[in-house]
């Protein structure tokens, strides 16, 4: 199996929703550069046959679903916050908050609590599903490079993980995040920086 055991190893989808990856989505239109430039989702789908195939924990962590007045009143608000004040992201009950119809969970996967901010791990359960499932190694995909990926990654690394991010299974708004992401920040604190196809290759090994 090489270096990625499966008794140990997850592999994490940050916010896959249809508001990122759609056509249609609310976001789509600053998304799709990265999006399709990096082929996305189609690496994402195949991250995900490979690690089913070879019985590696898939787990989802989702932001939340928003509803008018999350934020009202709120003592410290982050841009993102400010920019969903009046629900418009990923908004509870819509497509736009489902994941992408491609990125679906299945029978075995999970799905942990919300997160409000950036962090999949910030106030919510995933670090106790991930003990709770054995998982050491961790190996992050999706939305977005330089906000929910990175402080999720960072915050990984910092609760005793060994984290690997997938270059290519990550999108953003512009190439620049990635850039910033891929090739300033994670390498500062991260411990393998991958692509699909050398990820789906040590899987074979």
């Known amino acids: 199996m090489g270096f990625y055991n499966p008794q140990n190893t997850a592999l994490i989808l940050v916010d ?15 998304t799709k550069e990265t999006v399709e430039g ?3 989702v189609q690496n994402i789908k195949s991250l995900l046959q490979a690690a089913r195939a070879k019985k590696i924990q898939i787990v989802y962590a989702p932001h939340r679903h928003t509803q008018k007045g999350d934020y009202m009143n709120w003592k410290f608000m982050a841009p993102s916050h400010i920019g969903s004040k009046n629900v418009t992201l990923f908004e509870k009950g819509t497509w736009g908050a489902e994941f992408h119809p491609e990125l679906s969970p299945e029978e075995g996967d999970l799905i ?11 106030n919510t359960d995933l670090d106790f599903l991930l ?19 990175d402080s999720t990654a960072r915050f990984g690394v910092e609760l005793g993980y060994h984290v690997t991010l997938i270059k290519d299974g990550i999108g953003a708004f512009n190439w620049e995040e990635i850039k ?17 196809e050398e990820f789906i290759k040590t899987l074979n090994e």
């Open 112 to 122: 942990a609590q919300n997160h409000w901010t950036a962090s999949g791990f910030a």
């Open 16 to 30: 896959p929703f249809n508001d990122f990856l759609s056509e249609g989505g609310k976001l789509y239109p600053v």
């Open 131 to 149: 003990r709770q499932h054995n998982i050491e190694h961790i190996v992050i995909v999706g939305m977005r490079a330089n906000t929910c990926i």
């Open 38 to 40: 990096s082929g996305m």
């Open 180 to 196: 910033a992401t891929v090739e300033t920040n994670f390498p500062n604190y991260g411990h393998k920086l991958l692509s699909t």
